[in-house]
């Protein structure tokens, strides 16, 4: 049961391992994962937060070849600096991305990468390539530390590897050309994806619990920063181009999530979780 109740479960759309997905069960499993990730994980409903957030993401997303899928944006409230993305169009940033981002850039790049993942349909590649456990698994265990608990730990030893499911270095280095892309098209810095990665890995190196489900999922290292740089230098953008890094409005909102109590612990979500 616990597995069940912990799991987002594919099951209810007769997914089986090693078959074709298409984009209509890409929507579908999406829609049906996202409603499970909103009931089991603790969702942010707060207007002005939501808004900055879903006008940021969709005005990147409105212009990527995927344009056509219903986009949603989602505030998860843990203190976890990561973010994930689920097949179809949902994306999920933890409330820590963006304490600990400085500049606009950084929390824009971190979500045009997610949604790069989306637009190069890297979980639906896991979906046709791994076992449904090991996906179901992940969408679950890269979103907190809940697979870092001793529940988690046990349902991960009775069903799955959860690591199994990290995404690879290729599709790492995908998603971070598309993140690179998705800023510059809306005139925002790409800069801000490098400048992030440099924050997460000093953070590793002071936090590691505030960075630890990130590096679970997202296989890195530092020649990722200057790989991504070299990207950014090889587009040749004009120095007069007036690209944005910062706004006054991120800080305003960067400031109410500050000001939110503090985010439920790993353990009381996964107790939530197995009550439901």
């Known amino acids: 049961m616990m597995i069940k109740r912990l799991c987002l479960t594919l099951s209810s759309l007769a997914i089986i391992s090693g078959c074709s997905v298409s984009e209509s069960d890409e929507r579908a ?24 957030v879903t006008e940021l993401g969709r005005s990147m997303a409105s212009r990527t070849s995927r344009a056509d899928l219903d986009w949603r944006f989602a ?31 950084e ?3 971190i979500m045009g990468h997610e949604i790069g993942h989306v637009v190069k349909r ?3 590649q896991q979906i046709q390539g791994k076992e ?3 996906v179901e698994l992940v969408l679950l265990c890269t979103l ?27 599709d790492e280095a995908e998603a971070d050309s598309e993140g690179v892309v998705n800023t510059l098209r809306v005139g ?6 490098p400048a992030f990665f440099e924050k997460l890995f000093e953070e590793q190196k002071r936090q590691p619990s505030l960075v630890e489900a990130f590096f679970s999922t997202h296989p890195s290292d530092e020649s990722r920063v200057a790989a991504t740089r070299k990207q950014i230098a090889g587009l040749r953008i004009d120095p007069k181009r007036d690209l944005v890094r910062d706004t006054p409005e991120f ?21 939530d979780s197995i009550r439901k």
């Open 122 to 124: 890297h979980s639906v």
């Open 144 to 170: 907190t530390r809940i697979c870092h608990t001793i529940g988690g730990r046990l349902v991960v030893k009775a069903g799955a590897d959860a690591l199994s499911a990290k995404y690879s270095q290729h």
């Open 107 to 109: 929390i824009a790049g």
């Open 75 to 105: 505030v998860v409230n843990s203190s976890d600096v990561n973010a994930f993305a689920l097949p179809g169009g949902f994306i999920y940033v933890n409330r820590g991305a963006i304490e600990q981002a400085d500049r606009l850039d």
């Open 251 to 271: 800080h305003a909102i960067q400031a109410l999530v500050r000001a939110w109590p503090a985010p439920p612990k790993p353990d009381s979500v996964l107790a």
């Open 188 to 193: 925002i810095d790409p800069e801000g994806l």
């Open 29 to 52: 499993i999406g829609s049906a994962n996202a409603a499970q990730v909103d009931s089991q994980l603790p969702i942010v409903h707060d207007t002005a937060v939501d808004r900055f």
């Open 132 to 134: 449904r456990q090991a």
